[in-house]
């Protein structure tokens, strides 16, 4: 325990920003997590930690409530005037934190700015095509087609200020797949419940309290202050809520939480999430790693297959996820609109049989592979990404694996520049399996198909029901075509299904706040005691 405080101490001497008198005269919210906010731009990048985080600061025309329904946010009603325009009746009297107001003006740069090529979030309004101002608080929101995922997709688009994105030339989105960076990189102007105070990238952000939030007379939050804290070392952030440094630790170390849950004063909140977590396959034409005879083995079925069946996953989840969690056989979670349990993957650990595949296959002394791991970003994925590597060489496939940050991994698997990646999946913000068949499934076309299809898997009888999916507006109907696009995609494996990633938090007593499966940290729902 000396250990322990010892750490603890000195991270609070480097990093702590605030006296322990402001300390002491506020309510503050202390929370740690692996890995940095990598860019504050709300259209950079389709992450839910990202969008969990920016969601403090900025806010859509819609939400998802603390019971997860969608709620009204800055527009206060919205009505289909036909198959292909949204009427929105905007929020009067909403300041931007820089006290500039919102209004029509604003949701237009904003849809301009997210549905421009470069976004890094294009494939999360793949149903809009622009908007136009009726007057200064009414948006008509146009569609490409006819869709019943348009309000959803919504929920995900945060609202900017057109005059501030002017003023420091911030108008084109940043795209992290693409490198590039910008203004609202590192500074933000929404009209959320918190005010961006001060960032330091990899270090420290100080969000306090919007005191002009338009909601700020109907809030149960009470908090004035949150400071979060990335930090990579699991003893650190395990020293730190054991000392009382954080109330707030957003992904738990699974080897901890029995101890935690001993600890007076904290409490461990521990369910799967919504996230499945997957192998990605590079099924190009040219391997990273070199060709066999002129051939990626990756482009054979039986291939895949004989991969997925050389992995115990049952092991993983037992051993590497403590049981927290169960194997995925399906690309989606039980909850999302179009899970289906019963046309699942249906190949279960088999060494023997992974090797008569290759056999089959032409690849009797396996091939090598380039693998590319993210640390600091989904659970264990270290210890995971290990003991596949261990499993496939087994069977004779060898894999050069390498451990990366968030920034750099996310350009080598988005460009391709790997032969296996890791990739979790939760269908937010629309709860949807269409997010998954849109942005995965379907061909990549640089547009609003294929933004997250890193192993260019193309099928036209998948795309052609994917695109059919979109405008169907028969709940039934639409349901059975998600659950037969999933089915088909799940037969040919261009992604290898693992588990569902296990949310783990641990918060001091004093913190009361839900966890919901989407695995979103709402601290404006949230209150000190």
């Known amino acids: 325990m000396m250990k322990l405080t010892t750490i603890t101490a000195g991270l609070l001497a480097v990093s702590c920003s605030l006296s322990a008198q402001q300390l002491q005269a506020e309510n503050v919210v202390r929370w740690a997590q692996q890995g940095d906010i990598p860019t504050l731009d709300p259209y950079a990048f389709a992450s839910t930690p990202a969008l969990a985080f920016q969601n403090h600061i900025y806010e859509g025309l819609v939400q998802w409530n603390e019971q997860l329904e969608m709620s009204p946010a800055l527009a206060t009603r919205w009505e289909q005037l036909d198959d292909t325009t949204i009427r929105f009746y905007l929020r009067e009297g909403v300041k931007f934190h820089n006290g500039n107001d919102f209004n029509a003006d604003d949701v237009v740069a904003s849809i301009t700015r997210v549905t421009h090529p470069d976004s890094g979030i294009r494939g999360n309004a793949s149903s809009v095509k622009g908007a136009v101002k009726v007057d200064d608080y009414t948006v008509d929101l146009l569609l490409n087609s006819k869709s019943p995922i348009a309000i959803n997709e919504l929920s995900g688009i945060l ?144 291939v895949r297959q004989a991969l997925h069946m050389a992995i115990d996953r049952e092991a993983i989840v037992k051993k590497i996820m403590r049981g927290m969690t169960e194997v995925a056989n399906t690309y989606v979670a039980p909850g999302i609109a179009g899970f289906d349990a019963e046309r699942g993957v249906t190949s279960s650990y088999d060494p ?123 709940p039934q109907i639409r349901t059975k075509q998600m659950q037969d696009i999933l089915a088909k995609a799940q037969q040919e494996l261009p992604f290898l299904p693992l588990h569902y990633e296990p949310m783990a938090w641990a918060t001091s007593d004093k913190l009361e706040i839900t966890q919901n499966p989407d695995n979103v940290v709402r601290l404006w729902y949230a209150s000190m005691k």
């Open 159 to 302: 609202m900017m200020d057109k005059e501030w994105l002017e003023e420091h030339k911030a108008t084109e989105p940043t795209s992290m797949t693409k490198g590039t960076e910008g203004y609202a990189t590192n500074h933000t102007n929404g009209t959320g419940p918190f005010i961006l105070e001060s960032r330091r990238r990899d270090a420290e952000m100080v969000l306090v309290k919007n005191d002009n939030w338009w909601q700020a007379d109907n809030t149960k939050h009470n908090i004035d202050r949150i400071i979060f804290r990335p930090v990579g070392s699991e003893s650190t952030r395990l020293a730190g809520i054991l000392a009382g440094e954080f109330d707030l630790v957003s992904d738990v170390p699974l080897q901890d939480l029995p101890r935690l849950e001993k600890e007076k004063g904290i409490e461990v909140k521990v369910r799967p999430s919504l996230r499945v977590m997957f192998l990605t396959l590079n099924m190009n034409d040219e391997l990273n790693a070199g060709n066999v005879d002129g051939k990626n083995p990756l482009q054979q079925q039986k």
């Open 352 to 474: 023997k049989g992974a090797k008569a595949l290759l056999d089959e296959a032409g690849y009797p002394n396996g091939f090598k592979l380039a693998f590319d791991c993210e640390q600091g970003y989904y659970l264990n994925a270290e210890q995971w990404c290990q003991a596949v590597q261990r499993y496939w060489s087994k069977v004779g496939v060898q894999t050069s694996l390498n451990m990366h940050t968030r920034s750099v991994y996310s350009q080598i698997r988005d460009n391709g520049r790997t032969d296996v990646g890791v990739l979790g999946w939760a269908n937010l913000p629309l709860y949807d399996a269409y997010s998954i068949n849109q942005q995965m499934i379907h061909s990549k076309d640089g547009g609003i198909y294929g933004a997250f299809n890193i192993p260019r898997y193309k099928n036209d009888t998948i795309d052609t029901l994917i695109e059919q999916s979109s405008s169907e507006l028969d």
